[in-house]
């Protein structure tokens, strides 16, 4: 269990770097077997305390993190991967996940050379007006995030207006989807320190 | 793609369809959503974590996502559970219980704070404790608080559900289980809304 005392938790979104420390107990690097690695998928994760606490249910974890990575990195159609990076950040500011909207924004801004919009979106919410296409997006996430779930014919029409296609729109709901579960993992099992 | 997984089940996706196809664009992803799903409600081992909690809490979450078509499929895996059907009455009456709009909570004190947004703070009610016992009690208080208020969660929330009788182990899998299908559900509504605007019927066949 990490000491309490260590943890300088942010207090605003940022762009900036963050650590995360965990409530309960990771597993020791010394204890991982083969089985673990292979739920980790890269073993450089075992050096990461989320990962070696996610690793103690091995299984999911890998299905996990292949699901991540297909919708995420997977660039050979569809989506630019800047949106979809927007798609989770404005997911985790709207659920409140200060550190998964910090990793998202800062990989949208890389993506999309628009830091100072990511900024906006963090500082004002997610009513910040950052032009059709991206509004689109935002609105389409945040819909999708809302319980009762909000998300209807008119985030379609919004999207396809914008000028995505149906494949397009698709990652548009997949990526906010997932970070429906990334946030709650994230905000839930730890903290966040500067 | 052949043969339809969970999420084309719950979203109405036949084979072949334009949805179909968008879908197998994303073959790692549709594999992996179904492996999740696989891994989690049939595990290796369900020491943990048992496969009626398991069915107990999937029907709980997604009830208080007021999605019926979802919810009825996940009603009739806890009813196919061992032991399971005789909680359905008792998980229902708390779904209807804990019924509210999300997200809200509090964030960290300071800039964030104006932005606070208070609303039910959800507990099991006296008179289904004894049905649903000590474990599936805590896990539905905060499965409660994952759906709804996530970023209220705390250190003091690990300590309650330790306390319960949870294990580590099983406190990450039940986390995964209600994070896993905040994805699904989701997932699943938003390929059904994309269907029906592309004049399919989406009508789930669970």
Redesign the interface.
Same mark, same amino acid.
């Given at each position: 269990m990490s000491a309490?005392n260590n943890v300088n938790?942010?207090? &605003?979104?940022t762009q900036d770097e963050l650590g995360w420390v965990s409530?309960?107990?990771p597993l020791p690097e010394a204890e991982l077997t083969e089985r673990h690695f292979a739920g980790l998928v890269d073993r450089s994760r075992s050096k990461s305390e989320y990962f070696r606490?996610?690793v103690?249910?091995p299984?999911?974890?890998? #299905?996990?993190t292949?699901?991540d990575?297909?919708?995420f990195y997977?660039v !050979?159609?569809?989506l630019p991967r800047a949106e979809r990076e927007l798609a989770a950040a404005a997911t985790s500011r709207?659920?409140?996940?200060?550190y998964c909207a910090s990793v998202h924004a800062r990989f949208a801004s890389t993506y999309s050379k628009r830091r100072d919009d990511l900024q906006r979106l963090l500082d004002e919410?997610v009513g910040a007006d950052l032009g059709e296409r991206w509004n689109a997006v935002v609105k389409a996430s945040v819909a999708? #995030? #809302?319980?009762?779930?909000a998300?209807?014919?008119d985030?379609?029409?919004e999207l396809r207006r914008a000028g995505l296609d149906? #494949?397009e729109? &698709?990652d548009v709901?997949?990526g !906010?989807?997932?970070f429906?579960? !990334?946030?709650?993992?994230m905000?839930?099992?730890g903290?966040p320190s500067k | 793609m052949g043969t339809k997984d969970i999420i084309d089940t719950l979203a109405g996706i036949e084979p072949d369809s334009s949805l179909d196809a968008i879908r197998g664009r994303r073959m790692q992803a549709r594999d992996n959503a179904q492996k999740s799903y696989l891994s989690l409600f049939e595990p290796i081992d369900a020491g943990d974590f048992s496969l009626l909690e398991r069915a107990a809490v999937a029907l709980f979450v997604i009830g208080l996502h007021r999605e019926p078509d979802v919810a009825g499929f996940y009603r009739t895996k806890l009813a196919a559970t061992a032991d399971g059907a005789r909680l359905v009455e008792a998980v229902d009456v708390e779904i209807a219980r804990g019924e509210t709009s999300g997200p809200y909570g509090a964030f960290p004190a300071g800039p964030l704070s104006v932005e606070n947004k208070a609303g039910l703070i959800y507990r099991v009610s006296a008179e289904r404790k004894p049905d649903l016992g000590t474990r599936l009690v805590a896990a539905f208080e905060h499965a409660h608080l994952l759906v709804f208020r996530p970023r209220d969660a705390a250190s003091a929330d690990m300590k309650a559900l330790l306390a319960a009788g949870w294990s580590s182990t099983g406190i990450v899998t039940f986390s995964q289980l209600v994070a896993f299908l905040s994805f699904q559900v989701r997932v699943v509504t938003g390929l059904r809304v994309l269907g029906a605007s592309l004049g399919h019927t989406a009508n789930a066949g669970a």
């Open positions: 309490a938790p942010p207090v &605003v979104f409530w309960i107990d606490l996610l103690r249910d299984e999911v974890l890998e #299905a996990r292949k699901t990575k297909d919708i997977n !050979a159609d569809g709207y659920n409140g996940c200060i919410g999708l #995030a #809302a319980t009762p779930i998300f209807g014919p985030n379609i029409d149906h #494949a729109i &698709v709901i997949n !906010a989807s997932f429906n579960w !990334a946030n709650r993992l905000l839930s099992l903290e | -």
